[in-house]
């Protein structure tokens, strides 16, 4: 009987030893798969983190509006032209720069220079001295000059004085208008650099 014990014995105890084997390398996938997730989830913090300081050092650079930033302006070359006077040949020559709200806009207006030239050139064409002489007449210029600048690039812009000095010669009693959609004006103001009348 010794020997039939003996032998009985032996499977029991490799049983045992397989279900021991077994349940450690349950634990060790376990604790694998458990350390495996927190390793990803410790990357994840990192790559947020990077993430949000490239946000906060991107964010001023890609304002436009930046108030501290240099003024962009854009030089046109002088305009000389024939004013409209009837009674004497009389002439100017105007220099304008224009002031815009960036860099990138000062590329897109000199690629449409030509179309630019051509509608200030037609502007200034239908002045008359005494026009230009007085100062309401070189701030209407200016407001003109600003329509007539972004007009290439398919921007219409309404002048609420002239419009406002008509509706009052039209009608004494002032209209309640719609306000329109206000129009992006890349062009901030318009500088005369030279304002010559001969």
């Given at each position: 009987m010794s020997a039939a014990a003996a032998t009985a014995e032996a499977p029991k105890t490799g049983k045992k030893k397989l279900i021991l084997i077994a349940?450690?390398?349950a634990l060790l996938l376990a604790a694998a798969a458990v350390a495996g997730v927190l390793w990803m989830r410790k990357n994840a913090q990192i790559d947020e983190e990077i993430d949000t300081e490239e946000e906060v050092v991107e964010a001023p650079a890609k304002s436009k509006k930046d108030k501290s930033a240099p003024p962009v302006f854009l030089s046109l070359e002088p305009f000389t032209?024939?004013?409209a006077d009837k009674n004497a040949e009389r002439y100017a020559q105007i220099?304008?720069?224009?002031?815009?709200d960036s860099p990138e806009m000062a590329d897109k207006l000199k690629s449409y220079m030509p179309a630019i030239r051509n509608n200030v050139l037609m502007v200034l064409a239908h002045k008359t001295s005494d026009e230009l002489l007085e100062r309401a007449g070189k701030e209407k210029l200016a407001r003109e000059i600003m329509r007539a600048s972004v007009r290439p690039l398919g921007i219409e812009l309404e002048d609420e004085?002239?419009?406002?000095?008509?509706?009052?010669?039209?009608?004494?009693?002032?209209?309640?208008?719609?306000?329109?959609?206000e129009e992006y004006n890349p062009v901030r103001q318009v500088l005369f650099s030279s304002f010559i009348i001969q």
């Open positions: 349940a450690v390398v032209v024939n004013l220099g304008v720069t224009l002031e815009v004085q002239d419009q406002e000095a008509a509706s009052d010669d039209e009608n004494p009693q002032p209209k309640k208008r719609k306000k329109k959609k």
